[in-house]
């Protein structure tokens, strides 16, 4: 039986396959995923978006940085040089001699295959001659050559060779190792041994267990677990959170802690720069020695960002650490409400304990509002825009325009806008317009309903009731046009079309007002005009002496209408019997099949309906599944945030007269253009009315969060069927089935006794 041999390559040459294989399985897809994106095209974006972003502070920053930063030319040069070293290995392999070829006695006596053997032993005299030892030959040749002419001559060894490939009958079978041989030469075996102990027993340990300790103290959103423990104490101490309270539980997150982050920094300059910005801003709660709200990071942390907030100027230092913790902050707030909304699911399910109220989370969105427009809760919305000043804001709030929201202020005609926009030069107006339009419009449709439902309107009592939301996202500039036909004028011209027209102008709303406040409205006045309705204007009469009289009169000619209108009807009815008489009871009946037939039609339509929109939504959270969608909607206008935002957008319902969640804040993160979410919530559990609220909330703008009531009548649900026809068989068709049971195996036997 045949050995084994492994052995080093000791030419080298199997090592370079090796060596090129791997240089290739590191530099391919480093390409791939390293490799510097076009920079024209950043540019082309970055110059598309200057006309409306230019005055932002992440712009200013991604300029700063793209004309600063040289990682995308080291990564280049780096990703150049393995590609380089891998075409260079490639190079090399190609021109390597294959060693193990088959053996081929034919070609080492330089003869054509099926020679004679007379041919073979002349050729074999000449090569010895040429090659013999004693002739000066090369003895290694001479071996081969010897070997060949046995392998043709000799009977056994040509059969060794015809059967195994070689004369010399099987050999031991030959295992090369892709290393070179002087990896276990006995000289170098302690400079090896050193260099396998460094790798597998510090580099890799150390690596591996860096990775594990930096996992296991992040969450999926990359916050710190403890960071997330501390939201959850503090939401579960104080379910009713101010904004000055939530500011502080914020700023206490460890992200700012440099024991716990890195990037987070303590300054020697900090124990001057601080005092100074407190004695600024004035009360908040310095004194205060709850930790860690006391410790030295969080103090540092709240201060810049009620400094940013306040729009203080700060110095270069600390406005490094400042965009640093505003930078943080939305991530952070993401996370509180994902604590309050596990916190509030606990509450609904265990009990024992109360949930965080409503306006604590609303709270940690406005508070993100807040911060990405660097803007304190109090001020207006208008400050958003460039060039605004708080000085600017009376000619705004005057009594001739009254414009307090953005929404106002898209409704103005344009003659009145730039008459009240008077301090702003052409340019900036255009700029501060060119703003605006760019600002987001949104419509919310609402659809509630029942899936899985035989009625999918009728709401039974602990029913799962889906709201399914429609978003579209339009432009601010496409609505300029729409507020100005839709909006009645101001000022003057509105007091005089008010006396002209009278409580009909009243009735007018905004686009931008609730459509709920306008409905009530328009319904309280129509309610007015009814009561207000008199009875048609009686023929003039003198005036009576005697009340008594003139109430008999009105009295007897109520009773003479009346009676007319009595002999009326019965004509009417008179002549319908008439009519009907006229018809035969074989066209009545013909009527009513076709009546019949319709009714059946309509509900099998509505069947269908509800089927092929049952089924579209089940494709539609099928492809939802299967899709991926960016998370790149549209750049955030933010004077004051350090870090380009995408426009994103939170979606719930809510009992605003409880302060409670009815459904958990969903994320819109894609809201391009149109988008269509789905809110679940258990129906309550007694039957009866119930007003609820869709909310719509910007993680990025002040002032343009929407509010859309919600009405729920909820249904005793429908007790379950012990019985049911369908369920109960007769016993007559149990005879008969049994009875045919016993006919057939009747007639088997028959036609077994025929056939014998």
């Avoid at 004693?134 to 071996?143: Q, S």
């Avoid at 700023?251 to 990037?263: G, I, Q, V, W």
């Avoid at 007897?556 to 007319?564: G, L, N, Q, Y």
């Avoid at 790149?632 to 605003?656: C, G, M, N």
Wanted: hydrophobic share 35%.
């Amino acid at each position: 039986m045949a050995g084994q041999q492994f052995q080093y390559d000791d030419s080298g040459n199997t090592f370079f396959y090796f060596l090129t294989s791997f240089v290739g399985l590191i530099v391919i897809p480093a390409t791939y995923y390293l490799w510097p994106r076009d920079q024209n095209a950043e540019q082309l974006r970055l110059k598309s978006l200057r006309r409306v972003h230019g005055r932002c502070l992440w712009y200013r920053l991604r300029l700063m940085k793209s004309q600063q930063s040289i990682m995308p030319t080291l990564k280049k040069a780096a990703l150049l040089f393995g590609w380089a070293v891998f075409l260079l290995l490639a190079y090399k392999v190609s021109k390597l001699d294959r060693e193990y070829q088959e053996y081929n006695p034919y070609e080492v006596l330089n003869l054509d295959p099926g020679a004679s053997l007379s041919e073979i032993k002349k050729q074999y005299r000449v090569l010895s001659l040429k090659f013999h030892p004693d002739k000066g030959g090369d003895e290694a040749t001479f071996m081969r050559i010897a070997k060949a002419y046995a392998a043709l001559t000799n009977e056994q060894s040509k059969l060794n060779w015809q059967i195994y490939g070689n004369p010399d009958g099987p050999g031991a079978t030959s295992f090369g190792i892709a290393l070179p041989a002087w990896i276990v030469d006995q000289k170098n075996s302690m400079l090896v041994l050193l260099v396998y102990g460094l790798a597998f027993m510090v580099i890799l340990p150390v690596v591996v267990g860096t990775w594990w300790y930096r996992s296991i103290r992040y969450s999926g959103d990359q916050i710190l677990i403890n960071t997330t423990q501390l939201f959850m104490h503090f939401m579960y101490k104080t379910p009713n959170m101010n904004m000055k309270r939530l500011a502080m539980v914020l700023t206490a997150a460890f992200e700012f802690d440099p024991r716990s982050n890195k990037e987070a920094t303590i300054r020697p300059t900090d124990n001057i720069e601080v005092p100074q910005l407190i004695r600024e801003l004035g009360n908040i709660n310095v004194k205060k020695k709850e930790p860690p709200f006391c410790y030295p990071y969080s103090l540092k942390a709240r201060v810049l960002v009620l400094a940013h907030l306040a729009r203080m100027d700060v110095s270069e230092e600390l406005e490094e650490d400042q965009r640093f913790v505003v930078r943080k902050s939305p991530a952070l707030l993401q996370e509180m409400i994902n604590v309050g909304c596990q916190l509030t699911m606990m509450a609904n399910s265990r009990g024992g304990f109360h949930a965080p109220r409503l306006v604590t989370i609303e709270n940690c969105m406005k508070l993100t509002q807040m911060i990405v427009q660097g803007l304190q809760e109090s001020k207006s919305p208008l400050l958003q825009l460039p060039h605004f000043e708080e000085e600017n804001l009376r000619y705004c709030i005057s009594k001739k325009y009254k414009v307090r929201s953005l929404q106002d202020l898209v409704s103005l005609k344009d003659s009145d806008r730039r008459n009240m926009l008077r301090f702003l030069g052409e340019e900036k107006y255009d700029e501060v317009m060119a703003v605006l339009g760019s600002f987001p419009h949104i419509t919310m449709d609402t659809k509630l309903q029942v899936l899985d439902d035989e009625d999918s309107n009728n709401i039974t009592a602990g029913s799962i009731v889906t709201v399914t939301v429609t978003l579209t996202r339009k432009r601010m500039a496409d609505m300029f046009e729409k507020e100005q036909e839709s909006t009645p004028c101001t000022g003057e011209e509105a007091a005089t079309t008010e006396e002209a027209q009278g409580d009909s102008s009243k009735a007018k709303t905004k686009v931008w007002q609730n459509k709920s406040k306008g409905a009530k409205k328009t319904a309280k006045s129509k309610k007015k005009k009814l009561t207000k309705k008199k009875a048609p204007p009686a023929p003039a009469k003198t005036k009576q002496a005697n009340g008594n009289v003139a109430g008999n009169e009105v009295v007897a000619a109520a009773t003479t209408v009346k009676e007319e209108e009595d002999e009326a009807s019965d004509k009417g009815s008179e002549s319908d019997e008439g009519e009907a008489n006229k018809d035969s009871p074989s066209e009545r009946d013909e009527d009513s099949d076709k009546q019949s037939d319709t009714e059946v039609d309509e509900v099998a339509g509505d069947d269908e309906e509800e089927w092929e929109a049952l089924q579209q939504s089940i494709q539609r959270r099928e492809r939802a599944l299967l899709e991926t969608k960016s998370k790149v909607t549209h750049p955030v206008y933010s004077l004051y945030f350090p870090e380009e935002k995408q426009e994103w957008w939170w979606l719930y319902i809510a009992d605003r007269r409880d302060q409670t969640l009815v459904s958990m804040p969903y994320h819109v993160c894609t809201l391009k253009d149109t988008e269509e979410v789905e809110l679940k919530f258990p129906a309550p559990s007694k039957t009866g009315n119930y007003q609820y609220s869709v909310i719509l909330r910007s993680d990025s703008y002040m002032g343009l969060d929407q509010i859309k009531p919600l009405k729920l009548e909820v249904h005793e649900a429908k007790a379950m069927l012990d019985n049911h026809p369908q369920w109960d068989i007769p016993d007559t068709e149990e005879e008969d089935e049994e009875q045919e049971d016993s006919d057939g195996i009747e007639e088997s036997e028959d036609d077994d006794e025929d056939n014998d």
